[in-house]
C-alpha cells in the first residue's frame, strides 16, 4: 500500500486566512493548513466560509460556493448584518442602497442594525427602507431585549458584520458575546470615521453558526462586489417590484420612460426617492461598465 492510499482526507470548514495559514475546522477539530501550490497558477483563493477537503495539513479541493464576496474574502454567507449608526457617522444612503443590492444580487439575506440612537431618531431610515423587505432592529444597550433580537437572528447563520467604519459593529459583537473581545476603535472626532480595528476575515463560531465582523464601508471598493447588469439592477430594489412588469415597455430601464409603472409610483409616494436616486446612480455605472468589466 502506497502513501496516496493511507491518506486521510477529511472535511472542513475555513475559519481564518492568515499569512497564507488557513484555520480550518471539522469533526477531529481545528487543522492549520497551507493552500495546493496548483491554486495559485489556476487563480483559485481559499475563503474564510469554504468548505474544503484536506489531508496531511494541505487543502486538496474548495467545494462549490453559495456565493461569496471579494474584500474582505468570506463564503457562504446566510445573511448580512449591515449596522448603520444614526449619528456619528450619519447613514450614507447611496453608499448603503450600493451594499444592500449587492446582497440581493448574491442572495445573501439583508438585515439592518441601527446604532446610538440615543444621538438621533431612526424614523427616517424606516421610513426610508420600509417597503425594501429588510429586517430592521434598533438597539439600545440599556435594554438587553433589543440585543436578544440581534442574537436570535444569529443562531445556526453564516453572519457577516459591516458598515461604515465607526459605526459601532465590534461593540455590537461584545454586547452579543463578550467572550469574542473584539478590539474597539476610538471614532476620531476629526475625520468622522474610526480607526480600522478590524484587518483580517476570520469567523468565529457562535450560537450554532459563525459570525465574522468586517472593516467598514469606507475599506470597500463597491465594484469588486458584483457587476450587476442594468437589466438586472430593479430586482436588486425589493419595493420596484410590484410596478415593474406594469411598465408600458418591457425594457422599460425606470429612469425617464413614458408610462413607467416605477416612476408613476415613485410619484404617487409609495417608492423612496432616495432609493430611486440611488438606482439611477448604479444604472448610469452599469451603463458606463465596459464589457471586459463584466
Not at 463564503?75 to 449608526?85: C, E, K, M, P, R
Amino acid at each position: 500500500m502506497n502513501q496516496a492510499d493511507t491518506k486521510k482526507v477529511q472535511h472542513g470548514r475555513i475559519l481564518s486566512c492568515i499569512g497564507g495559514l488557513y484555520t480550518v475546522e471539522s469533526s477531529d477539530g481545528i487543522s492549520v493548513c497551507k493552500a495546493r501550490g496548483v491554486f495559485r497558477k489556476q487563480g483559485i483563493t481559499p475563503y474564510a466560509g469554504d468548505m474544503v477537503s484536506f489531508s496531511d495539513g494541505v487543502i486538496e479541493e474548495i467545494l462549490p460556493r453559495k456565493n461569496s464576496i471579494i474584500r474582505p474574502p468570506l463564503a457562504n454567507l446566510d445573511q448580512i448584518i449591515f449596522v448603520v449608526s444614526m449619528s456619528k457617522p450619519v447613514p450614507n444612503y447611496q453608499l448603503l442602497d450600493k451594499f444592500l443590492a449587492v446582497a440581493r444580487f448574491k442572495d445573501i439575506k439583508p438585515v439592518m442594525v441601527l446604532t446610538k440612537l440615543d444621538l438621533a431618531s431612526d424614523e427616517q431610515i424606516r421610513r426610508v427602507y420600509s417597503g425594501a423587505d429588510i429586517p430592521i432592529i434598533s438597539v439600545d444597550y440599556e435594554k438587553p431585549d433589543t440585543i436578544e433580537q440581534v442574537a436570535l437572528l444569529l443562531k445556526g447563520k453564516i453572519s457577516a458584520f459591516t458598515g461604515n467604519t465607526g459605526v459601532g459593529k465590534s461593540t455590537l459583537l461584545n454586547h452579543i458575546a463578550p467572550e469574542l473581545q473584539i478590539s474597539v476603535g476610538e471614532v476620531s472626532e476629526k475625520l468622522g470615521r474610526g480607526r480600522h480595528t478590524t484587518r483580517t476575515a476570520v469567523l468565529y463560531p457562535l450560537l450554532g453558526g459563525y459570525i465574522a465582523d468586517t472593516p467598514g464601508f469606507s475599506t470597500f471598493e463597491t465594484e469588486q462586489y458584483a457587476a450587476i447588469k442594468k437589466e438586472e439592477l430593479a430586482a436588486c430594489f425589493p419595493e420596484f417590484e410590484p410596478y415593474v412588469g406594469e411598465c408600458l415597455f418591457s425594457d422599460c430601464a425606470h429612469i425617464c420612460e413614458k408610462g413607467c409603472s416605477v416612476l408613476k409610483a415613485l410619484d404617487d409616494g409609495m417608492i423612496e426617492k432616495s432609493r430611486h436616486e440611488s438606482y439611477k446612480v448604479m444604472y448610469e455605472e452599469a451603463k458606463q461598465r465596459k464589457e471586459w468589466e463584466k
